[in-house]
């Protein structure tokens, strides 16, 4: 499979390269003179293939991680910290600069997302003004659920003002696939709630955070937000044996979520707000309209090479329409258009991953070993950075395609006569996360889907999974997901319930309206924010 060399637009040529030479701690960025790390692309600027350089980062040691650590205990405070401890509305000022200023940067970021991730132009385009909706719609609920808990309640006769806190310092784990969008579904909600944050970002779509450090710095206070750069292991390793985290945010995968949790000596105290992986499944009833199913499947499958969690990464098709939807499924899968980032109406896209067409052809070879065959013309066809999608039949449970979460270009289909057949698999499945539906007889959707939505968290009637809209719950069973993200749910996974409690005494309630009057506690206020 060879891709055609075209000129790259000048709007998204690597003029220079980007050597982040600065990390933030309690407030400064600070100069980096030790050694760096290389950020590459795997998409060609030359006609022989050759990955691109982006530029460098840090590569930071166990040193400046502690120091990170420190800035952000340092602002936490064990809650009596600024951050903390001030009023919602100035929290939200700060949000509100923050994110004004990152509005300014959406070329430069856009530009990177294509180069580092290989994520279309549109789909770059999507993630950045989505990412930028999902912090104003933040900070609308977060304005609502101020303004419904701007009261007493009086039970028993005694009085309670209850609110929500922050619970401390969030070390936040960044994912590569969504390295704006989903990083920021977890900064967010923990900033606006009044924690602390350690952050470090992927390995990959690490420099399209580098235009935002200024911001950051100057919207929060010092050590609300410390950025810092390296190894996973040699970093966060270090940070959780001091037992200083108080909430791991992490998107990515259970077993190295495990594993950094391992680290922590005090796990009783530690929250987790686990974003993982999943093996969402789609079933095609023999009623399905088949154009319907195949689109939605289509591009469940697809969208982004399957690089997402909520992708559909195995199809359940009914025997007696099995045959005419792989034939159909696979002439739409041919003809997908492979290209750069920027070319017009590309559909595929080059892997960032430098090894993951040769595990997606391991896949491949294991499968056809154990009776599955390729089915679409352009399956499994390589090139330097890509595999193109193959579309495997029949697919049965020796195979790895089978229980592993592919997170790539391969869509392995089973059929099946049964119901019980895919439902038995999804409860025996690690993963919970969502599920495809595709039918329209009432009288067999309606105890399916009494079934299903209790293997998995979301049911998509006659649509692919999916994250959004980002005001719905989303979150997963099992290995899928711990806590849930979503507009109004992060908010409440980043933060507890907490009041005063007053009994109902001429003395207590005297005191109680003084501080109303006076307005001198940040906590115990009836203001309604507008």
Same mark, same amino acid.
């Given at each position: 499979?060879?891709?055609? $060399? ?30 760096? /790390?290389?950020?590459? /692309? ?101 304005? #609502? ?53 350690? +952050? ?102 697809? /969208? ?24 159909? $499924? ?85 059929? +099946? ?48 999974? #999916? ?57 115990? /206020? ?5």
């Amino acid at each position: 499979m060879k891709q055609e $060399f075209l000129e790259i637009p000048n709007a998204y040529k690597i003029d220079a390269l980007l050597h982040q030479q600065t990390y933030l701690v309690d407030g400064e960025l600070r100069e980096w003179s030790g050694a760096t /790390s290389e950020v590459t /692309s795997t998409i060609s600027s030359t006609k022989v293939y050759k990955p691109t350089l982006l530029g460098t980062i840090p590569t930071l040691t166990e040193k400046e991680a502690l120091e990170a650590l420190e800035a952000a205990n340092k602002a936490y405070d064990r809650g009596q910290g600024l951050w903390p401890t001030t009023k919602v509305e100035d929290r939200i000022n700060c949000m509100e600069k923050f994110t004004a200023q990152m509005k300014t940067k959406r070329a430069e970021i856009v530009k990177f997302l294509m180069w580092e991730i290989g994520k279309s132009l549109t789909d770059s385009e999507k993630e950045f003004d989505r990412t930028v909706d999902y912090i104003y719609d933040s900070i609308e609920e977060y304005k #609502q659920m101020d303004r419904d808990s701007a009261k007493f309640e009086k039970h028993s006769g005694v009085h309670a003002h209850i609110r929500r806190g922050p619970l401390g310092v969030v070390l936040c784990l960044a994912p590569y696939n969504y390295p704006l969008n989903e990083t920021f579904a977890l900064l967010i909600p923990a900033l606006l709630m009044g924690n602390t944050v350690v +952050f470090k970002p992927a390995k990959q779509g690490v420099l399209l955070l580098s235009p935002l450090l200024e911001a950051f710095q100057n919207s929060f206070p010092a050590g609300v937000v410390n950025i810092i750069y390296g190894r996973g292991r040699t970093l966060a390793t270090p940070i959780m044996k001091t037992g200083k985290v108080d909430v791991l945010a992490l998107i990515g995968n259970s077993k190295s979520a495990n594993a950094i949790q391992e680290n922590h000596p005090n796990k009783n105290r530690l929250r987790l707000v686990f974003g993982l992986e999943a093996k969402n499944p789609a079933i095609v009833l023999p009623d399905a309209d088949l154009d319907l199913a195949i689109n939605e499947c289509l591009a469940g499958a697809t /969208s982004f090479n399957g690089q997402r969690c909520t992708a559909l990464k195995i199809l359940y098709v009914h025997e007696n329409v099995v045959e005419e939807f792989n034939k159909r $499924f696979s002439e739409k899968v041919d003809a997908l258009k492979f290209g750069n980032p920027w070319e017009e109406n590309v559909k595929l896209t080059p892997l960032p991953e430098p090894g993951k067409p040769a595990y997606i052809q391991e896949l491949i070879d294991d499968a056809k070993e154990k009776g599955a065959k390729i089915i679409n013309k352009k399956g499994g066809l390589t090139s330097e950075n890509y595999i193109f999608p193959a579309v495997l039949y029949p697919v049965n449970k020796k195979m790895r395609v089978f229980h592993e979460e592919q997170f790539g270009p391969v869509t392995p289909i089973v059929s +099946f006569k049964n119901i019980n057949e895919p439902l038995d698999d999804m409860a025996a499945s690690n993963y919970g996360q969502q599920v495809s539906v595709f039918g329209s007889d009432v009288a067999i959707l309606a105890p399916l889907i009494d079934r299903l939505v209790n293997l998995v968290c979301r049911v998509n009637l006659n649509s692919s999974c #999916q994250r959004g809209p980002d005001v719905y719950p989303f979150t997963g069973r099992k290995d899928s997901a711990v806590a849930t993200l979503s507009v109004h749910d992060a908010l409440r996974s980043f933060s507890i319930r907490t009041f005063v409690a007053s009994k109902d005494t001429e003395y207590n309630n005297a005191i109680l309206q003084e501080l109303l009057d006076k307005k001198t506690s940040n906590f115990i /206020s009836t203001d309604y924010i507008l």
